[in-house]
């Protein structure tokens, strides 16, 4: 059974030619896009939480960030949880 992957981003031009096409096709994976209208932080709360738990709590394996935004973000949470001098 594939597993969905939903990609937050404007779908590929060019499918065949597009590196989170050919990376997430496979009989494991799909990859879904839906277009991004509006770039804003929200759930930072619930993002740090997440983050302060770590990925045993839920099982999580991998994070994928796919613009600068989403990096601005999730920087900006690992930072926060972070104690001071840790970096």
């Known amino acids: 059974m594939s597993r969905a992957v939903i990609l937050f981003k404007s779908p590929p ?4 030619a ?4 050919i990376a997430l096709t496979s009989p494991e994976y799909t990859p879904y896009f839906v ?3 509006e770039t804003n932080f929200v759930n930072e709360e619930n993002l740090l ?6 990925p ?3 099982g ?8 600068s ?7 900006q949470a690992v930072s926060r949880s ?3 001098g840790e970096l």
């Open 13 to 16: 031009r060019n499918p065949a």
């Open 69 to 75: 935004r989403s990096a601005e973000a999730w920087i």
């Open 82 to 84: 972070m104690e001071p």
């Open 56 to 58: 045993e709590r839920d």
């Open 60 to 67: 999580w394996n991998g994070v994928a960030i796919t613009s």
């Open 18 to 21: 597009d590196p989170y096409v």
């Open 35 to 37: 277009e991004v209208l």
């Open 49 to 54: 939480k997440i983050l302060q738990a770590g």
